[in-house]
């Protein structure tokens, strides 16, 4: 487990949404869950290395470039780095971590994507088309399986707007209605499923009016709606610690 430092009470006053955002993501980890990332998961894999570092130490992470509980000492610039095979306990296969996914081991994973609608199907394949696309998006990797198998699936889209949050995906990449699945943002919190989108939260930055205005889908609001508790100091310690380069501030908002 890392010790995380002390945060000064000037610097706690002057919370990012980076900040905010990435331990509201850490706080979604439960001591003893086992998670795993997939490629491009930047603030899931921050997440995953501020969990350890406070609330959950007996994670296991199993991460796609190889490695079963990296070391992680700091977010590096790309998620396949060499660098999370350092201190590992052992290593894993894509195989290995398909098959962990579909027997029921693993408890939560981050997925990102192009398009989300308020049905929580996501594309992460194309603009357009299947057929005729106008515009190739990186493409689905495991995320169509992967979503429905593992315990708890959670979105994320760090730069919310019109274009991403929309009235229905132009193609579905992934689905899973049956069951509500939540989307976190850089404006606030919502729950997806078959009967549609609620707004949960927001953040102390933005009005349930500006979230309107940047949501492409229809939703409904709890009353009255809760806006999202500031972090614990050590949870923002962490965040520093492991991101020393400040990546999330340029993913973030």
């Not at 490695?67 to 290593?91: H, K, V």
């Not at 009016?209 to 508790?229: C, M």
Request: proline share 6%.
């Amino acid at each position: 487990m890392t010790t995380s430092p002390a945060v000064a009470s000037d610097s706690f006053d002057r919370l990012s949404r980076a900040d905010r955002v990435v331990a509201m993501m850490a706080q979604q980890i439960e001591d003893g869950m086992v998670i795993a990332t997939g490629v491009a998961s930047y603030l899931a894999i921050l997440a995953i290395a501020v969990a350890r570092a406070t609330h959950a130490p007996r994670l296991t992470y199993l991460a796609c470039v190889g490695s079963l509980d990296p070391e992680m000492t700091e977010l590096q610039p790309s998620a396949e780095s060499l660098a999370y095979l350092e201190g590992r306990s052992g290593e894993i296969t894509i195989p290995d971590l398909f098959d962990h996914a579909r027997r029921g081991r693993i408890d939560v994973m981050f997925f990102g994507a192009a398009e989300i609608d308020g049905y929580g199907d996501t594309n992460l394949t194309a603009a357009g088309s299947l057929e005729q696309p106008t515009f190739k998006f990186p493409g689905v990797a495991g995320a169509a399986t992967l979503r429905r198998w593992v315990h708890k699936p959670i979105l994320s889209i760090p730069r919310q707007s019109q274009r991403n949050l929309v009235s229905r995906v132009q193609v579905a990449s992934t689905s899973d209605r049956q069951r509500r699945t939540p989307l976190y943002t850089d404006l606030g919190v919502f729950e997806l499923g078959e009967d549609g989108a609620q707004l949960v939260a927001r953040h102390p930055w933005t009005t349930e009016q500006d979230i309107v205005e940047r949501t492409g889908f229809e939703f409904r609001s709890i009353a009255p709606l809760p806006i999202t508790p500031a972090p614990a100091p050590e949870l923002v310690a962490a965040i520093r610690a492991f991101d020393k380069q400040g990546m999330r501030e340029r993913l973030v908002g």
